[in-house]
């Protein structure tokens, strides 16, 4: 079974940055699609970023430009720099690892408000 770790949620001003990062744990034999997720409170939740293994990456209409998904293979680690955040940006936002089987974090908040 595979654990997921998230961090580095918080509250952040408009136009501010965050930089969230998930670590994968316990039965990894080989990842393969890493990504993000967010959910808003009323709404449904839906995708953000993904990254594959070979590092094609995919991203929401509403963040290209904006956010940047990565992953180190080494740390099983995947990271989303969020730049120019907006109050629409609020949400959980949930890690998910795609290896033999799919794998979710517990979700880590991000704010953004003046």
């Known amino acids: 079974q595979v654990q997921l770790v998230e961090s580095g949620g918080g509250l952040v001003q408009p136009g501010g940055s965050l930089r969230l990062s998930c670590a994968a744990s316990g039965s990894i034999f080989r990842i393969n699609t890493m990504g993000w997720y967010r959910q808003a409170p009323g709404k449904q939740r839906e995708l953000v970023a993904i990254i594959t293994g070979g590092g094609t990456t995919n991203y929401a209409d509403s963040v290209k430009g904006r956010f940047t998904i990565s992953r180190d293979n080494a740390k099983n680690t995947v990271y989303l720099q969020m730049n120019s955040l907006k109050p629409e940006d609020t949400a959980v936002y949930y890690c998910?690892?795609?290896?033999?089987?799919?794998?979710w974090g517990q979700g880590t908040q991000v704010t953004v408000s003046s």
């Open positions: 998910n690892v795609v290896s033999g089987s799919v794998a």
